[in-house]
């Protein structure tokens, strides 16, 4: 039975010619900045985001962290949504390492905060009882938020917000390619309102490992201390840009491929009795549905679903996700469908 992994884009392996590229990869020590193949990846990052700099890093939590902590001090505060990645699934680390204050507000169903409760969670910096408040966290693709997208136009009302009270704003871009894609827009454009913005290459680009940190030279020049002090310093990393330059060479245009299925697989569930989704949210490649009342709960619904060979992730009670990547194709998503109207029909038998 082909098995068809929806649980994460996390799941991709490295194309041929990126281990290709990995073998021939030009190497130094990345901590004295002599890796020539790190050194690629990071201008090449940095000229996709629009950025001035870019400093390569191990994951997507890293890099989420070493830009909180080069923006924040101890006892200050960032505000990010309740659903934020960097809140919820990053182990806390902003607070447990660098002693930041996490100020959530509710993320709306299109990953937007709304920047009325943004401004409204602004501290007044001249009471002594509150936390600075010195960053505005956002998400673009939103994870948890079925991949929604935030806009160019929402991003500048957002930088307007930040530039009224002196604060920066670190865009959590893990997925911004996805981003970009689904707007038709450069990732620049995506990211041009953003202080710093970090991005994955190993979710749908396929890279094996890595993430970047794109900001200012001053800024990068500070994340390149605190990726040392988090012991994020890689020497011979460049056997691992290598694959991170393929990625961001080959992998994105192929990007829409992933969202198309994903919208067909939306379609598809919603025809399903005991799903509830709307398609008409699925933005790029994150399928999130809730199991009605009468379905299977997300744990049962998970583990029938692999009995047929479909692996999907359980995100709540009676919620699931799927995630459409590198290696899953249109095939793929049908398999999934019968497996879900199977799984859904026994539990009516
Ligand atoms: C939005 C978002 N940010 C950050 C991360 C963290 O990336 P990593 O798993 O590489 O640490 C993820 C991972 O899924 C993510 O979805």
Known sequence: MRIVDLRSDTVTLPTSAMRQAMFDAE???DVMGEDPTVNRLEALAAARLGKEAAVYV???????????????ARGEEAIMGHLAH?????????????????????????????????????????NPHYPPTRLICLENTHNRCSGAVLTPAYMAQARALADRHGLRIHLDGARVFNAAIALGVSAATVARDADSVSFCLSKG????VGSLVCGSAEFVRQARRQRKVL?????????LAAAGIVALETMIDRLADDHANARRLAEGLTLLPGIM?????????????????????????????????????????????????YGINSDDIDQALVAASAVLKENHA
């Not at 680009?205 to 094996?208: D, G, I, M, W, Y």
């Open 27 to 29: 190497l130094g020590d």
């Open 277 to 325: 989704l709307d398609p008409a949210r699925i933005q790029t490649n994150i399928v999130i549905w809730e199991l009605a009342p009468d379905a299977p709960v997300a744990a049962e619904f998970a583990a029938s679903m692999a009995t047929y060979g479909v692996k999907v992730g359980v995100v709540g009670q009676r919620r699931i996700r799927a995630v459409t990547h």
């Open 231 to 239: 012991g994020g310093g890689m020497r011979q990393a460049g056997v």
């Open 86 to 126: 960097t809140f919820l699934f990053e182990a806390g680390g902003s607070a447990a390492v660098g002693g930041i204050h996490p100020r959530t507000v509710p993320n709306q169903p299109d990953g937007t905060l709304d920047l009325g409760d943004v401004e409204a969670a602004i501290r007044d910096p001249n």
């Open 205 to 208: 680009l396929s890279a094996p």
């Open 58 to 72: 191990p994951s997507g939590t890293m890099a989420n962290l070493i830009c909180l902590l080069s923006h924040c």
